[in-house]
């Protein structure tokens, strides 16, 4: 009997679907914004378990991946356009990876998604009178949080360089994307530790069992 190891990035089994918070499920090895958002619609090969479940669930990854300082206001509307947001990046990744043409449609929502991006500067009177350069508030800070990951996006597919170093995790079952900073830019896996070393001892497993087999035969 073969027995398949749980593989630590995987998601179990049992998860009982939908989900009612995403949260104990937030993936964080994307290595930029646009791809850790992308990873929070997870297992996108078999599942696509959604992992942004409810507008407090999308306040709260904004705060959790630096985009906002506090909890922002996110209606339920919201919600569908960071999601639409979401699957126009994957899409052009996914189109990037397959060395396909991006499908305008993408291309237009990230675009929109932009003007909502960067700070707009607010001078004001400091102590004493003296001027101070500052920016203002921003009326919907959810908006300017997935702006800034529209930003990240468009940067990321608009530069060949950054372009080329997309990836989608090589393990069979974890489906992560993830943006490969090694120097080489060779990394194959969204994590050494989970799926680079499952798939190592995978490897390893298959030697053994050719190398007894092989045994066998000569016996
Ligand atoms: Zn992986």
């Known amino acids: 009997m073969t027995v398949v190891p749980a593989r630590a ?11 009612a918070s995403g949260a104990p499920w937030w993936y964080w090895l994307g ?54 947001l979401r699957e126009a990046i994957d899409a052009a990744v996914a189109a990037t990876l397959a060395g396909a043409p991006v499908p305008p449609a993408a291309i237009a929502c990230i675009d929109d998604w932009l003007g909502h991006a960067g700070t707009r500067p607010r001078l004001a009177l400091g102590q004493g009178g003296v001027p101070v350069l500052g920016e203002r508030i921003p009326a919907d800070s959810a908006r300017r949080a997935l702006g800034t990951i529209a930003l990240d996006a468009a940067a990321m597919l608009g530069t060949p360089a950054e372009r080329a170093r997309i990836r989608i995790c090589a393990s069979d079952t ?24 499952e798939a190592k001892a995978r490897r390893h497993r298959a030697r053994s069992r050719s190398a007894a087999e092989a045994a066998e035969v000569s016996a």
């Open 9 to 19: 990035q995987d998601l179990p089994e049992a998860l009982v679907l939908p989900l």
């Open 31 to 84: 290595g930029r914004p646009a791809l850790d958002f992308a990873n929070t619609l997870r297992e996108r090969w078999r599942r696509r378990v959604e992992c942004l479940v409810t507008p407090d669930d999308l306040s709260r990854w904004l705060v959790a991946a630096g985009l906002a300082g506090h909890e922002p206001a996110v209606s339920p509307s919201l919600l569908g356009e960071a999601r639409e």
């Open 174 to 197: 974890c489906s992560a994307r993830f943006y490969d900073r090694s120097a080489a830019g060779r990394r194959r896996w969204c994590s050494m530790t989970a799926c680079g070393n």
